[in-house]
């Protein structure tokens, strides 16, 4: 700092007179002429005396400026730097968790006005809504690939129908337990995404027994014998659960094991360690007379299944296969059919039950014996429980608490079987 006369001042800055006169004071008393640059003023001033010079400084004659640098012995004292203005930050906001959902479903159909929603469908629809969809047919092997074949233990091929998009990872399918070419046919679909969060994923699939799904199909054949696919937009409040399947690798990790209700699924590369197997097309044209494959609403008091049609032969079973963690597949919905089985008449099940009027259709529960798929279930006002025997073409009747009571005529309601303590099912 320095004393510079009051005509001098430019653009420097200067300190009060009262602050500026307590400095000056205290330098001059402590020798501090030359410092504060009285030598370096004018003559009239420059020989005053310590007291005028402080008066000077009080009434604004002379003024005391900070230079940039102002040194003291061997440092210099720069400006003090300016105080940096406040950058206001706002506070964060604590967004609130997500609640998890306690809907989630395995398929649903995927169109714009189901984001978020996994309520059943109740218009008919193409099944592409839901996932690529795929229909094979048991076949032979081709000769040259009996050597996989055998080594993996497979019985039949899986050729193409129709519909694709779902054989991940280059992988073939083929199958152990079936009992002739003629007798599986296999649909596969690989469930859409619209990433809002409402289906399960691999993950807790791999923790669930069974899972809800929004879509379940079956195999049927119509009036003239032909293979039918039909699906069945499935609700929370009917048959809308569907079991999983973990599927397992084999021992030498040639290959990955789905087991079914009698039959194994396979998949092995088209070209692994046991050699080539090409994918396969069904020889005949099944599959360009299956169509387009819809799924269907199901009205309300109606089964919950499809009714068995005139000639029907076949029964459907389906399961959603869970792959191995590591293995890079995604999850998959099956349904294969093949014949009821055995050297028995197969009775298709009737629409009510003629001598149990105050029956109404109920959810199914109880797996057909050698078929596969459920029994159709009717129930009555008190609980009483009527399930279809396809075998006798008879109605077994339960007690509300699932104890057998005895096999009866569903036209007349004659009883034609006495009841079997050792029989029960889940109420």
Known sequence: MRLIERSDRMFQRAENPEIAASLVSEALRNGGRTKLGIDQLRTSSAHRSDSDIVAA???GELLLVIDQFTSFGSSFVGDPAPTPEPIYSPPKEQWPAPKPRDDLVFAKSCVPGKW???DAGTTTEPASNFGNVMVAGAMLFPSASTAVA??????LALGRMAGGGIMQRGLNWVIRGAGGPASVFVLGMLPAKMGDGTLYTDDQLRGLERAPTRVRFQFRRDVEGALKVYGIHSSASGDDTVRTVQVTWNADKTAMEGKLNGITIIWTPRLGPLGEMPPLIYPDDSGARLGTILVHPIPDNTDSQIEGLPGED??????I???PVGSGLKSLYVVFSRPIGGDHSYYPPPKGLTAFPDTRLAPR?????????LRKRWKSKDGIIFEWDSQHGAVEKYNKRGKHLGEFNPE???QTKDADNTREVEP
């Not at 055998?150 to 019985?155: F, Q, S, V």
């Not at 529960?365 to 798929?373: H, Q």
Request: charged content about 25%.
């Open 365 to 373: 529960k109880t797996p057909i014996k050698g078929g596969g798929g």
């Open 321 to 323: 296969l869970v792959f």
């Open 314 to 319: 076949i029964t459907s079973d389906d399961c």
């Open 116 to 118: 978020c929603k996994t």
């Open 412 to 414: 007349t309601g004659e």
């Open 57 to 59: 400084v009080r009434r």
């Open 150 to 155: 055998t080594a993996l233990g497979a019985d």
